[in-house]
């Protein structure tokens, strides 16, 4: 049997489809601090549900492949208080 995610978890979800994820610089000296490697196209809006990526309760921080750029994906923690100060 499949556990429907509560209220507020589907009202982060939605928040985060728009919101969860930028593209920034890779930090100086923080290139090995990252949680990973990620492909994909830069030039097009990041979709982490696309991506394959959750969100989870750190942020989450991968280099993307072939440059010197990193996607940022909030954490829920991140999501509900910017969710709270919009209000």
């Not at 209220?7 to 994820?21: F, V």
């Not at 593209?23 to 991506?51: H, R, S, T, W, Y």
Request: aromatic share 6%; net charge positive.
């Amino acid at each position: 049997m499949r556990v429907l995610p509560s209220p507020a978890k589907l009202t982060l979800l939605n928040y985060a489809l728009d919101h969860a994820c930028y593209i920034a610089d890779v930090p100086k000296g923080k290139e090995n601090g990252l949680n990973g490697v990620i492909e994909m196209n830069i030039n097009q809006p990041v979709d982490f549900i696309a991506l394959g990526l959750e969100i989870q309760k750190t942020n989450q921080y991968l280099r993307i492949k072939g440059t010197d750029k990193v996607l940022v994906v909030k954490s829920e923690w991140v999501l509900t208080n910017e969710m709270q100060n919009k209000q």
